[in-house]
């Protein structure tokens, strides 16, 4: 078996080599889509081929991927004769000397169940339970029919299904509000009014958050802020375009640091005042975890501790901001002063 694989594998490997090395020109043998076979050109066919031979050729054949592996090289193989052509009959004669393995009932059963699974999750992502059904999924997936490339695994690190709306650090949803002992001891309400989709992308919309227009999102451990600020210089208004910023990243350990990188443009009201671009670096950094923190002579548990510094051309400001689970930012001390949580409403 060892030496049948070394072998479909040169054959392979000189039929690739071939394609690649004819640049644009035309090979013998039908090099479009074929509507009655795989439905694939020629060239992706060849892709393909050359990823699955990739994969065959290094899975053992007591591997518990083979046989996965095995029929995936095959279905490959039957892609390439019918988008490519096999004038030769070499592809047609590797094809029929595989002899794969039948994959087993309990992989299909695990690969449905992982597909029923990912479905339920990707239409509620913050769902906790939906989260882990997915996880088990995949890892029985791994069980039952291999992980040759680790591609199963890789979906098993990315999900994180701790970091949900059950656990949430900035809850978002219509109606929630929160009201703060601003600087100069003056009292503002932040509120979430809305939805909006914004280039293919869903927030949550505040009526403004410290005197600008703001939007909100989560994605993962994430929360993602777009603003916009506005104001005037010497009598002269100017508006800004919006950036994003990531400022909270709530399963990062203690002094793990993340940084946005951002540039917005600010444009003036006189005639004659040319617009300015800026960068600004956003660097944060996780201080403390799970804390807890007095304010406005409210105790909160579960609290995080986030350092941003924040820097632009010719400054450098640092700022602390205190968020407590389930309830959203508590406090947030600036070198102009610090805002203060006085009450909140969530829906």
């Not at 009959?89 to 590797?94: H, P, S, V």
């Not at 003056?186 to 600008?212: P, R």
């Not at 940084?259 to 009201?269: K, M, Q």
Request: proline residues 3%; aromatic residues 10%; charged residues 20%.
């Amino acid at each position: 078996m060892k030496s049948l694989k070394i072998v479909s594998i040169f054959i392979l490997s000189l039929f690739v080599f071939t394609i690649t090395s004819c640049d644009d020109e035309p090979l013998e043998g039908e090099f479009v889509t074929d509507d009655g076979g795989s439905g694939v050109t020629c060239v992706e066919a060849t892709q393909s081929l050359a990823t699955a031979s990739a994969t065959y050729g290094t899975t053992a054949t007591d591997d518990v991927s083979y046989s996965v592996v095995c029929n995936a090289y095959a279905v490959a193989l039957q892609n390439m004769i019918d988008a490519c052509g096999d004038d030769t009959g070499a592809i047609q004669t590797l094809l029929e000397s595989l002899g794969c393995p039948a994959i087993s009932d309990d992989c299909t059963t695990a690969q449905t169940a992982t597909t029923n699974a990912e479905t339920a999750y990707n239409a509620d992502t913050t769902n906790t339970t939906l989260c882990t059904a997915y996880k088990a999924a995949l890892q029985n997936e791994i069980t039952e029919c291999g992980d040759a490339d680790g591609s199963l695994q890789t979906m098993i690190d990315g999900l994180n299904c701790t970091s949900t709306a059950e656990s949430d650090y900035w809850p978002r949803a219509i109606g929630n509000s929160w009201t703060y002992n601003t600087f100069n001891s003056v009292i503002e309400t932040y509120t979430i009014t809305g939805m909006e989709t914004i280039d293919g992308t869903e927030y949550f919309a505040f009526d403004q958050l410290y005197g600008y227009p703001s939007w909100i999102r989560k994605s993962g451990p994430n929360y993602y802020l777009r603003a916009q600020f506005s104001g005037d210089i010497a009598g002269i208004g100017f508006t800004a375009t919006p950036f994003i910023i990531n400022m909270i990243k709530d399963d990062a350990i203690i002094g793990e640091t993340w940084e946005s990188d951002v540039t917005y443009t600010i444009n003036y009201d006189a005639a004659g005042v040319p617009d300015t671009e800026v960068n600004a670096l956003y660097s944060f950094e996780m201080k403390e975890r799970d804390i807890t923190r007095t304010v406005s002579g409210e105790n909160y548990s579960n609290v995080i501790h986030i350092e941003l510094v924040t820097t632009a051309p010719g400054q450098s400001i640092t700022s602390q901001y205190y968020y407590a689970k389930d309830v959203g930012m508590i406090d947030y001390e600036h070198p102009d002063g610090t805002n203060t949580l006085l009450e909140y409403t969530l829906n």
